[in-house]
Every structure is written in C-alpha cells, then in structure tokens.
Nanobody
Framework: QVQLVESGGGSVQSGGSLRLSCAAS????????VGWFRQAPGKEREGVAG???????RYAESAKGRFTIAQDNAKNTVYLQMNSLQPEDTATYYC??????????????????WGQGTQVTVSS
C-alpha cells in the first residue's frame, strides 16, 4: 500500500500563496490517482483538486482559477499550488490516493489512503 505525507502548510495573509506537497512512499508501483481534500472546523471534508493517471486534473469550483495540482513522477510527489488565498480556505488539507476510476468525483469515499494532514491558516 502507499503511504502519503503532506507538507507545506502554514499561515499566510489574505491574497497570499502556499504550495503543499504530498510525498508518496511504500508500494507506489501500482498506478494511483491523488486528490487533495480539506476540512475546516465544524465542516465536512471536501474535495479540492485531483490528478489522474494521464495527468488529467479536476478542481472544485472553489479552487478553479486559484489552485493548481501537479505531479512529479520522478519524486513520487504531487503538489497543490494555492494562490489568492482567502480566509475561507483555512482548513486542514489532506492528500489521498485512489485506485478507482471515479476519482474525478473527488469523493473521499473513493480514496483509500490518506496522509496525516497539514494546516493552512489564512488571515484577513
């Protein structure tokens, strides 16, 4: 199975940027898709962005135009570049791996392997 570790979270002011990283280890030979999710206090976890086997990407409406997901296969790492951050982006961000075809729906039930999360705090 694959293990995931997120990094890159932190505190920024409104309008700032952060780049999150998701490093995979373990059994990475089987192809998997990666998604980024976030969960704010008192709210359900929601999908933010995902990337498929052929590099295809999917974004939640809240992320379109501001966030970019990319992968570096040589490093087994997926990145989430977040620009124009707003206070409502404050959450714990998780990356997750999926072996399912329906990964693009960005439903957390379709992702079986999860990282521990990294906190993103955006102040106004």
């Amino acid at each position: 199975q694959v293990q995931l570790v997120e990094s890159g979270g932190g505190s920024v002011q409104s309008g700032g940027s952060l780049r999150l990283s998701c490093a995979a280890s373990g059994y990475t030979h089987s192809p998997y898709r990666v998604g980024w999710f976030r969960q704010a206090p008192g709210k359900e976890r929601e999908g933010v962005a995902g990337i498929g086997l052929n590099g295809s990407t999917r974004y939640a409406e809240s992320a379109k135009g501001r966030f970019t997901i990319a992968q570096d296969n040589a490093k087994n790492t997926v990145y989430l570049q977040m620009n124009s951050l707003q206070p409502e982006d404050t959450a714990t961000y998780y990356c997750a791996a999926s072996y399912r075809e329906r990964w693009w729906l960005l439903r957390d039930a379709d992702f079986g392997y999860w990282g521990q999360g990294t906190q993103v705090t955006v102040s106004s």
